[in-house]
């Protein structure tokens, strides 16, 4: 069975510094990944997606990703953080041409400082 | 908002009940996610329905079940309650069952405790 491992469990910036989150995936076959982040109390929210092509993906919000095939991994970028993007940030995992459910790492909460 | 709805937001009960928490699709979608997240197991795919019908089961218990109506709401239904359900329960939907191209959409959750 597929997993996802998000190695960072909670990360502390000072505004305008660089953010990277790290998202690594198991299976050898073709997949789809994904973002999620979820603020306080809110639902999840789609902050990116790959499907297939640019390997390097932006979202909203100013974050990007690049997929990596060759190290499974789907890291989450963002030059310059702000106090609003704390939140609990989710890397998922949907094998292609399975019954799409999602696989998600364990999250990673990040916290801002102002 | 992402269009899709659940309803009670917070449930309280006691164990050994029965609760049932419910999920309407965005617009126009046929497929419907349901998601349990706990500090302990975090994130994990409970069950798909698409038009109706159950497509895929993740780490779903026996005491749990669910159904899609023919309005496209769905509900699941959660029986003998122990203090380990405890949790954050999402439900998702997307347009079709195969696309790959199509993203979930995930509602605010109902937040169950079991006293």
Redesign the interface.
């Known amino acids: 069975a597929q997993s996802v491992s998000q190695h960072n469990h909670h990360v502390i910036l000072s505004e305008a510094a660089s953010l990277e989150l790290g998202c690594n995936y198991s299976y050898g076959g073709t997949v ?1 990944l ?1 973002w ?1 982040v979820q603020y306080p109390g ?5 902050l990116l ?1 790959y ?2 092509g640019d390997p390097l993906v932006k979202g909203i919000k100013g974050f990007e990703a690049e997929f990596i095939k060759s190290k499974f991994s789907f890291n989450l970028r963002k030059p310059s953080v702000q106090w609003s993007d704390t939140a609990e940030y ?1 890397c998922a995992v949907m094998i ?12 990673t909460q990040l916290t801002v400082l102002p | 908002d992402s269009g899709v709805t659940q309803t009670p937001k917070h449930l309280i009960t006691a164990t050994g009940q029965r609760v049932t928490l419910r999920c309407s699709p965005r617009s126009g979608d046929l497929s419907v996610y349901w998601y349990q997240q706990s500090l302990d197991q975090g994130l994990q795919f409970l069950i798909q329905y698409y038009n109706g019908e159950e497509r895929a089961k993740g780490n779903i218990l026996e005491r749990f079940s669910a159904q899609q109506f023919p309005d496209l709401h769905s509900e699941l239904n959660l029986s003998s309650l122990e203090l380990g359900d405890s949790a954050l329960y999402f439900c998702a939907s997307s347009p079709r069952l195969m696309s790959s191209t199509d993203t979930q959409y995930f509602g605010p959750g109902t937040r169950l405790t079991v006293l």
């Open positions: 789809n994904f999620y809110q639902h999840l929210q789609l997606k499907f297939s989710f292609s041409g399975s019954a799409r459910q999602l696989t998600f790492g364990s999250g």
